[in-house]
């Protein structure tokens, strides 16, 4: 079974840094786009970074891009996400997500998510 | 690219057929898929590429378009498709959402 599972998330000052991990199973990482998605409380989608398959590429969102940075350890089969210079605005619950393929397109396999919360 | 969904909420009865709508704001081909969220649950993939049903999903979702315009169709309704459902385009990053339209009874 295809499965995400995010942890690493909980309360951070502002200006605060975090990481996220995400353990993958029953798929190898490395042969799928990885990225990170995220839903602010009571709000809509919005996508922060993503991987290549190759591990070559990586790709971020205009809000995140300078202060987050994504990375995975092939070995373990695990996505990583690195939050730094965190704002009240970055609260949300984020998710790790399997790509449809080799770049990042759809997003076919979600994991619960794991809540950062950036507050004084 | 800005992906404007239409309506942001509807209200439906089952048995109803129910029509999404997203508009681009620049041509994306069918470079475009569909979710469903329930709440407190991480969203579902239904459709790819616009109009490619995903495995399991049930035929009463159905998805077309191309370029700018899309509509997700529930041909349908059933008590399980009250949520909320998003586009999304994979044509150019940053990668994009719509801002969700939620079905509501």
């Known amino acids: 079974e295809v499965q995400l599972v995010e942890s690493g998330g909980g309360l951070v000052q502002p200006g605060g840094s975090r990481r996220l991990s995400c353990a993958a199973s029953?798929?190898?990482?490395?042969?799928?786009?990885m990225s990170w998605v995220r839903q602010a409380p009571g709000k809509g989608l919005e996508w922060v970074s993503a991987?290549?398959?190759?591990?070559?590429?990586?790709y971020f969102g205009d809000s995140v891009d300078g202060r987050f940075t994504i990375f995975r350890d092939n070995l373990k089969n695990t996505l990583f996400l690195q939050l730094n210079s965190l704002t009240v605005e970055d609260t949300a619950v984020y998710h790790c997500?399997?790509?449809?393929?080799?770049?990042?397109?759809?997003?076919?396999?979600w994991g619960q998510g794991t809540l950062v919360t950036v507050s004084s | 690219i800005q992906l404007t969904q239409s309506p942001p909420f509807l209200s439906a009865s089952v048995g109803d057929r129910v029509t999404i709508t997203c508009r681009a704001s620049?041509?994306?081909?069918?470079?475009l898929a569909w979710y469903q969220q329930k709440p407190g649950i991480a969203p579902k993939l239904l459709i790819s590429?616009?109009?490619t049903l995903q495995s399991g999903v049930p035929s009463r979702f159905s998805g077309s378009g191309s370029g700018t315009e899309f509509t997700l169709t529930i041909g349908s309704l059933q008590p399980e498709d009250f949520a909320t459902y998003f586009c999304?385009?994979?044509?150019?990053?940053?990668?994009?959402f719509g801002g969700g339209t939620k079905v509501e009874i």
């Open positions: 997500v399997k790509g449809g393929g080799w770049l990042p397109n759809w997003f076919d396999t």
């Open positions: 029953g798929f190898t990482i490395t042969n799928y786009a």
């Open positions: 991987i290549s398959g190759s591990g070559h590429m990586t």
């Open positions: 620049q041509g994306i081909s069918s470079s």
């Open positions: 590429a616009a109009s």
């Open positions: 999304q385009q994979f044509d150019s990053f940053p990668l994009s």
